[in-house]
């Protein structure tokens, strides 16, 4: 078996420490025998999201970042 993991915006929502997040996820994925892929969305991504099983954000100051307005 094998899982996908988008992690979204991580350069700038990571302000609890997401990362922390995303490892712990993956090493209890590891443990059952599941092989994770880790992607990194960002703002110039070019990244397929139809291929993603599990989307991750983390959270900024505002709760509303403007950047997501935007899209």
Do not use: A
């Not at 700038?12 to 997040?21: A, K, P, S, T």
């Not at 880790?38 to 993603?52: C, K, P």
């Amino acid at each position: 078996m094998e899982l996908t993991i988008c992690h979204m915006y991580p350069d700038l929502l990571n302000l609890y420490g997401d990362i922390g997040n995303i490892i712990n996820l993956k090493k209890r994925c590891e443990w059952r025998g599941i092989k994770v892929n880790i992607v990194n969305f960002t703002v110039d991504s070019d990244v397929d999201l139809g291929e993603t099983d599990v989307f991750f954000m983390g959270e900024d100051l505002t709760g509303v970042n403007p950047l997501f307005i935007q899209i």
